[in-house]
């Protein structure tokens, strides 16, 4: 496999601008995803050599390049169709670090105070990719467990945190990723590779501003086109010597305060959870105020000491867990009773428990008369049809005797019915008050003038009868209730203990910036109402609901793992479903209540087919939603703050500029942002919503020609601008 790839990185050939190379037929098959994993993962890296074996031109081979993108391709987009295979398909590659700045494109903003973005082509872009998959290989093995690359998997782990204390968030102040930091990457980087072409591939990247981003801010791990695919994996490399600080740190708490096994003593330990999330840090401690502020020190120390990172030690004050919020991955972190997350059900919620389950006694006693009843009725019918037999003059022979098995037979019915008789408290309660009360044989002067083996005889017929007959439970409490009270105790008990000696981490959506953003982008007006978006009327019915579809599952996905999801629920189904509703009929110029009856409530529309398709999710799929998502989400950023507007172009030879993709027939899109539109700008908090990114804004009116199906997944959401190739925007006037 290795001579086959170095064979084919000879006959590569650069060509820059070209979105095609040919080549021979034995360069179309791509390696297979276990081909490529052993090629980046064993033989090209060494524990003993700690070297790679001529790993950049490896890069330039077009086997590996489409191998990476469809491994790398069909992790992230498993839905999508696979990618072709033949030779005029496969993308150009980058041979040299020399030719990074020849496959980079400068995008302009509009506005004159804005700074160009260099966007890279397909074959950098890939060659980025095979070399993020490179030292994932390298370095994932050996990096922190608390260093996570999915939002949720690290939100899954803070609400398993138990006797959070104290907490705080390392707090970076918006920075540009600057020369010394890079050199202190490189430096980490060419400690485990020895592979001098390697290392100066990535730092011309950073020279070109190929990958350019700044620590502190909010526009990593987003998903925005002036992201690149390296940024994760590289902030994790260059985070690593605060992740083994952490480690150091942690292993230190556990030897000085072991857990004590015994079920007899209730024992918290000391400990120190942490979770990083590229540049957001937050430590979580239970034990006492000093050790929180002793961790701060020991990670800040190394943030400005080593990696010369600016840090706002006000904003990393400690915080306590159970009387204050913390915000963090965009959601409100605060450690409360378990009671709180799990509260006890209340008196109409128990009264409604209770009428259930006496309907459904009630229908199960139904079922069960009915059975009885066809049963009687088929009886009768069989005695009536022997009778008229007999009457008639037949004989039955048969050639055995059946009647022991009747006996048997109506022994177990008479046996079944006392027996269900008896259960039942009612019944014995009513022969018991019948049997005992107004008995003349209970007067002491009656019983004196009596036998006294009738009196005898009598007063075992009342022990029996007690002990048969007598309810046991008084105040008329049947056994089903008393059930019912003894596990309310057990379980008032149980959550009376939890609350005086543990807590839990809850996860709430921030509630006000979310109807911040939502007033925003316009969704509802000043007095909080829906309003229609008339900068998507000249959009068709399909693309309007799409892009209503695409920042409400976006939202659904982004924050189905928190508490307070049912909010988020309903300014999904409410604010945008109405939204969307008046922008139709602002469209078609029709009331509101027309609009919902032609699109439904699930705003159904039929595609060019003829096909009814519902793109936006219906009340009973929102209903159903909830904390099921382990994978990491997309953020609503880039659907929020981006309108797609068709253009009345006729021109349609111009390509898709989706990666790999040859459709011809497409639609000319104008690129419009939110924060443009509104002349806003995103670092000024108190005008923008504090959290929320927004794409650079040199993407502005660039017009780009899509097909219908990656129109609708960029609509959607399903892909993103990361997926488009943005050095092919197309000049319309």
């Not at 060019?608 to 999710?617: A, E, M």
Request: charged share 25%; proline share 6%.
């Amino acid at each position: 496999m290795l001579l086959r790839t170095a064979q084919l990185a000879r006959l590569c050939v650069l060509r820059p601008g070209t979105r095609a190379l040919c080549t021979t037929s034995a360069e179309a098959a791509p390696l297979s995803a276990a081909e490529l994993e052993l090629l980046l993962r064993r033989d090209h890296y060494s524990a003993s050599t700690r070297r790679f074996h001529s790993l950049l031109p490896l890069l330039s081979s077009p086997s590996l390049l489409l191998s990476s993108a469809l491994l790398l391709r069909r992790r992230s987009h498993p839905s999508l169709p696979s990618l072709p295979s033949e030779p005029p398909t496969l993308p150009a590659p980058v041979a040299t670090a020399a030719a990074v700045s020849s496959h980079l494109r400068l995008l302009l903003p509009s506005r004159i105070k804005g700074r160009p973005l260099p966007v890279p082509s397909l074959p950098l872009r890939l060659a980025m990719l095979s070399a993020a998959a490179a030292l994932h290989a390298v370095f994932a093995p050996r990096a922190a467990t608390f260093a996570y690359r999915a939002r949720h998997a690290a939100v899954r782990y803070l609400r398993s945190v138990p006797n959070a204390s104290w907490f705080f968030r390392v707090a970076i102040p918006r920075q540009p990723f600057g020369p010394r930091h890079v050199r202190r990457l490189i430096g980490a980087i060419s400690g485990k590779v020895d592979d001098p072409g390697f290392v100066e591939f990535l730092r011309e990247l950073f020279v070109s501003d190929t990958i350019a981003f700044e620590l502190g801010g909010c526009d990593l791990g987003r998903g925005l086109p002036q992201e690149s695919e390296l940024t994760a994996t590289l902030l994790n490399i260059f985070f690593d010597p605060v992740d083994r600080e952490v480690m150091a740190i942690r292993e230190e708490v556990h030897k000085k305060n072991p857990r004590i096994k015994d079920d007899d003593v209730l024992h918290t330990p000391v400990r120190v959870y942490t979770v990083r999330y590229l540049d957001e840090i937050l430590v979580v401690t239970s034990g006492s105020k000093m050790l929180a502020i002793e961790v701060r020190d020991r990670i800040l120390a190394v943030l400005e000491g080593d990696l010369e990172v600016k840090v706002d030690k006000l904003g990393s004050s400690v915080h306590s867990a159970v009387s204050e919020k913390m915000d963090f991955l965009g959601m409100e972190f605060q450690a409360v009773p378990p009671s709180v997350l799990r509260p006890p059900m209340s008196e109409k919620a128990k009264r409604a428990r209770k009428m259930y389950l006496k309907r459904k006694a009630a229908q199960a006693q139904e079922l069960k008369n009915a059975r009885e009843t066809r049963r009687k009725k088929l009886g009768l019918k069989i005695l009536v049809h022997l009778f008229k037999k007999m009457r008639w003059g037949h004989e039955f022979k048969f050639d055995f005797q059946v009647e022991s098995e009747v006996q048997q037979v109506f022994k177990n019915w008479a046996e079944e019915v006392v027996t269900e008789y008896f259960r039942s408290q009612e019944h014995c309660r009513y022969w018991h008050r019948s049997l005992t009360s107004g008995d003349f044989l209970s007067l002491n002067r009656v019983r004196d003038q009596l036998p006294p083996a009738l009196v005898d005889s009598y007063d075992k017929f009342q022990e029996t009868l007690d002990m048969f007959l007598m309810p046991v439970r008084d105040h008329g409490t049947s056994e089903e209730e008393e059930t019912l009270e003894e596990e309310e105790e057990r379980q008032y008990e149980k959550r009376t203990i939890e609350d005086l000696t543990d807590l839990k981490m809850r996860v709430n959506a921030p509630i006000e910036l979310v109807r911040k953003a939502v007033k925003l982008a316009g969704f509802t007006n000043s007095m909080g109402r829906p309003r229609p978006i008339k900068l998507l009327i000249c959009l068709d019915d399909t693309d309007i609901i799409n892009w209503y579809a695409g920042v409400g599952r976006r939202w659904l996905d982004f924050f189905c793992c928190c508490r307070n999801f049912k909010m988020v629920k309903t300014v999904v189904s409410y604010h945008l479903r109405f939204s969307c509703f008046l922008t139709l009929a602002e469209k078609h110029e029709c009331t509101k209540r027309q609009a919902i009856s032609h699109y439904t409530k699930d705003l159904k529309v039929e595609n060019d087919f003829g096909l009814v398709k519902v793109h936006f999710p219906t009340e009973r799929e929102i209903k159903m939603m909830g904390d099921k998502n382990l994978s990491d989400p997309k953020p609503v950023d880039g659907a929020l703050t981006m309108i797609l507007v068709r253009l009345a172009v006729d021109d349609n030879s111009y390509p898709c500029l989706a990666h790999f993709c040859a459709e011809t027939d497409t639609v000319i899109y104008r690129i419009r942002l939110l924060q443009n539109r509104l002349n806003v700008d995103p670092l000024n908090e108190k005008k923008w919503v504090q959290g929320l990114s927004a794409i650079h804004e040199s993407l502005n009116k660039k017009c780009l020609p899509l097909c219908s199906m990656h129109a609708s997944d960029l609509f959607t959401g399903k892909i993103t601008l990361q997926d488009i190739d943005c050095t092919q925007f197309v000049d319309v006037e």
